[in-house]
């Protein structure tokens, strides 16, 4: 990455936390295979993987979904639609990588691959994304404070959900990788960058598309709000790149939709051709995981909201504080007639917290809009995975040990 130079304290840092994000990976492993020697609430991974392979702790909840796509190359049934083949691709190459190693140093290998190979395949994809590191750069950049970009990166050693994010073959720590990396690019100005990474993340989570929202803020509304002329060149660039991450989207929707409603691909056709937009994703959703606005509000469900509570708490806190505070003021400004001579880009009071730069409202709004999401329209418990795809979840924690320590 470029855009920025580290300083001997910076470089410190940096190493120190590239050490402690290798010493986190290892307590997650062998947090997960202690685990392992435990009763399982549901022992159907050992119909599919032999208990005491290796790869036996990775087979939990959705990666049996991940895995069916993998070693079918498709999806085989309707509600696999629900998720994103980004996943299932990555588990696929590194299993195939780990089948052709294991080939060469003479290991009996079966004809296909199995579900271990897949499952380890996919966790040691797992090993290239952390973000640690990434993080740092991309607070260094906003902040300008050393001490606060290594809080934060510190404080993302210790997610609410270690082991999606770190080793099992979850869309988490891809989603996470891609995400930060393009928000350092969007940082830095380098938008071609920044669009190809929010395009792999939406490759692995449907919301991805939501990432577009730092582009067009960068090239559009940014230099809007600093009143700056925008050329027609950069306008375009903005509508192109904030297109691209809809694309995965996109290619889901319409492979569906062929499969599903073409004349040709099925007698009858399937309920949700008929609706508007033809959306399997919400149908799937629906009908299977009964996720949709307030669905997920009944009596049954407040022990997930119980658990999710710190976390969305703290992001609608951290949220709605920058925005009644930097976000709300910019737009203001904007409308308001500025005086002869001024400075048009805005300022931080002497003050101010470095967390609450006017450069952190787009993450300020995305993550709002995210919060929102997760506790009216989704099984808000995910929260507790998703959260570590956000970085403002761990500004939102720097700012709370750093403004109020009691």
């Not at 208990?51 to 049996?64: Q, T, V």
């Not at 073959?169 to 393009?182: C, L, N």
């Not at 375009?236 to 929707?253: D, M, Q, R, S, V």
Request: hydrophobic share 45%; net charge positive.
């Amino acid at each position: 990455m470029s855009g920025l130079r580290l300083s001997e304290v910076e470089q410190a840092h940096v190493r120190q936390l590239r050490i402690l994000s290798v010493i986190a990976y290892i307590l997650t492993v062998l947090l997960v295979y202690l685990a392992s020697f435990l009763p399982l609430f549901d022992a159907s991974p050992h119909l599919l993987v032999d208990k005491d392979s290796l790869a036996s702790p990775l087979l939990r909840w959705d990666a049996f979904h991940f895995g069916s796509y993998a070693v079918a190359g498709r999806y085989v049934y309707e509600h696999q639609w629900a998720f994103f083949p980004g996943v299932s691709i990555v588990m696929k190459t590194f299993g195939s990588l780990i089948h052709h190693l294991c080939g060469l140093v003479g290991y009996e290998q079966t004809p296909t691959l199995t579900w271990s190979t897949l499952l380890l395949g996919g966790a040691t994809a797992c090993l290239l994304t952390s973000t640690t590191t990434t993080l740092y750069k991309l607070t260094l950049l906003y902040t300008r404070s050393p001490s606060i970009a290594y809080l934060t990166a510190l404080l993302s050693l210790v997610p609410t959900s270690p082991v999606t994010l770190r080793l099992v073959p979850y869309s988490e720590p891809f989603v996470a990788y891609f995400s930060y990396t393009g928000m350092y690019f969007c940082a830095t100005s380098e938008w071609f960058w920044a669009a190809t990474f929010f395009t792999f993340a939406s490759a692995f989570r449907s919301n991805g598309f939501l990432l577009g929202g730092f582009l067009l803020w960068g090239l559009l509304v940014e230099p809007m709000l600093q009143r700056k002329k925008i050329p027609i060149t950069q306008a375009l660039k903005a509508i192109l790149y904030t297109a691209l991450p809809f694309i995965p989207f996109i290619h889901h929707e319409v492979s569906a939709y062929l499969a599903f409603c073409a004349p040709t691909s099925a007698p009858t056709l399937a309920p949700w051709c008929t609706n508007f937009p033809p959306s399997i994703y919400t149908y799937v959703q629906g009908k299977y995981w009964n996720v949709g606005f307030l669905r997920y509000w009944t009596l049954a469900q407040i022990p997930n909201f119980v658990i999710a509570a710190p976390v969305l708490a703290l992001l609608v806190w951290y949220t709605g504080t920058h925005i009644r505070r930097v976000a709300i003021p910019q737009f203001l400004a904007y409308f308001d007639a500025p005086p002869p001579h001024s400075n048009p880009n805005p300022k931080l009071n002497p003050q101010t917290s470095p967390l609450l730069s006017p450069t952190l409202t787009p993450h300020a709004i995305h993550a709002l809009l995210t919060t929102l999401i997760y506790i009216f329209a989704s099984h808000t418990q995910i929260v507790l995975r998703q959260a570590a795809a956000l970085p403002t979840t761990y500004w939102a924690a720097a700012y709370l040990v750093v403004e109020k320590p009691g």
